[in-house]
């Protein structure tokens, strides 16, 4: 059995319109081209990010097809007319699965990664373009025989709605939803107003993942330095963990996983390499500031990082040797992941992996972990 933890289903154009509530059309995000036939994903006639259709391996061709928008030069190919069939349509993708050597993926949004950020300016237009994707999430897990897992798209900045968005994708089957490790309209994600949106996941048998996204920044703006045209910061690449670590810091030091041993949470497509330091840290600066400071910051019933290995799980990059760094962790928590199809991704994740470990040397990195996240195991 090999589930893969980081698949990408490519929204379509007009799956917004589609499934957006009628009132909210105006907000529905959009692919539109352009004048020289470049697609961008749109909100509001304004830009948010260029639609490209990568292969795995080949980020220098993602590069130079952006170079061309930056010169001004039309596409040499239409979007829509490189867009393979199992990129967007559940059914093509179901079939690719054999190809790709797994059995079972979780698919996150494509498109959904790029615009949080930007919507966070509006809360309503936010709420209604995360049910959009939603609702059409549900019909690919129908579609999906059991064997696609989409992803779900929440906020925590409006409980009632989060409540009410659970509900209905929990009665589709949804057992997964992408949420930002971020302060949530100033607040962290252990404060008191928010431990409804916990026990919310946990009744509802949802799990909360962080993905890598657009969605509010760990650091400053002003050290986010690149042209505001480019498709990824540097900084957000060279610290692309940070948030991860600083949530899940804040959610086991302030003692959400001591009050909802349930709850459940993945870490996807943000590296794995930081985890046996920041578990080290974590104990250690708890230990050290509880006795510093004459106090803990909440009364835990077990050290910092067990909670850690009882509750998270991490995508692994075959390239970071999860063998070997499974021996530094003190427990199994990785998961592999293909990341397909973006250029960084790869077609063979399972050759991949299986250059240090086969799949049934290591049923944790490639099945059972992941089947803990979809409350399988």
Not at 329 to 358: I, K, N, Q, W
Request: aromatic share 10%; proline share 7%; hydrophobic share 45%.
């Amino acid at each position: 059995m090999v589930i893969d933890s980081d698949q990408h289903l490519f929204e379509t154009r007009g799956l917004w319109a589609r499934h957006i509530d009628p009132g909210a059309r105006a907000d529905a995000l959009e692919l539109t081209d352009d004048d020289l036939g470049h697609t961008w994903l749109t909100w509001r006639a304004r830009r948010i990010v260029f639609a490209d259709a990568p292969r795995p391996g080949q980020t220098d061709a993602v590069g130079e097809r952006y170079r061309r928008v930056g010169e001004g030069l039309p596409p040499v190919v239409r979007y829509e007319e490189t867009l393979p069939h199992d990129y967007w349509q559940p059914a093509a993708r179901l079939a690719r699965l054999t190809d790709l050597g797994v059995d079972e993926a979780i698919l996150f949004p494509n498109y959904g990664l790029a615009w949080e950020r930007t919507l966070d300016e509006s809360l309503p237009a936010l709420r209604a373009n995360m049910t959009a994707w939603n609702r059409w999430a549900a019909v690919v897990a129908a579609e999906g025989r059991g064997r696609l897992h989409p992803v779900a798209h929440l906020t925590l900045r409006d409980l009632d709605w989060l409540e009410r968005e659970l509900a209905t994708i929990a009665a589709a089957g949804l057992r997964l939803a992408m949420i930002a490790p971020a302060l949530v309209d100033g607040r962290p994600l252990s404060h008191p107003d928010l431990d409804r949106a916990w026990s919310a996941f946990v009744a509802h048998g949802i799990t909360p993942v962080f993905h890598v996204a657009d969605q509010r920044r760990p650091f400053a703006d002003a050290w986010y330095t690149d042209a505001a045209e480019v498709l990824v910061p540097t900084l957000e690449s060279v610290f692309l963990w940070t948030g991860a670590a600083l949530a899940c810091t804040d959610l086991i030091v302030n003692g959400v996983l001591e009050r909802h041993p349930d709850l459940r949470i993945g870490i996807v497509e943000l590296s794995a390499v930081w985890v046996p330091l920041f578990l080290m840290m974590l104990d250690g600066g708890v230990q050290f500031t509880s006795r510093l400071n004459g106090r803990e910051p909440a009364r835990l019933s077990l050290r910092p990082s067990d909670y850690f290995r009882r509750q998270i799980r991490v995508s692994s990059f075959a390239y970071e040797e999860p063998v070997r760094l499974r021996q530094k962790l003190g427990g199994d928590v990785l998961m592999c992941g293909s990341d397909y199809p973006h250029s960084e991704g790869t077609a063979t994740p399972v050759a991949d992996y299986a250059f240090a470990v086969r799949p049934d040397e290591a049923p944790g990195l490639f099945a059972t972990n992941a089947a803990f996240l979809l409350r399988k195991a």
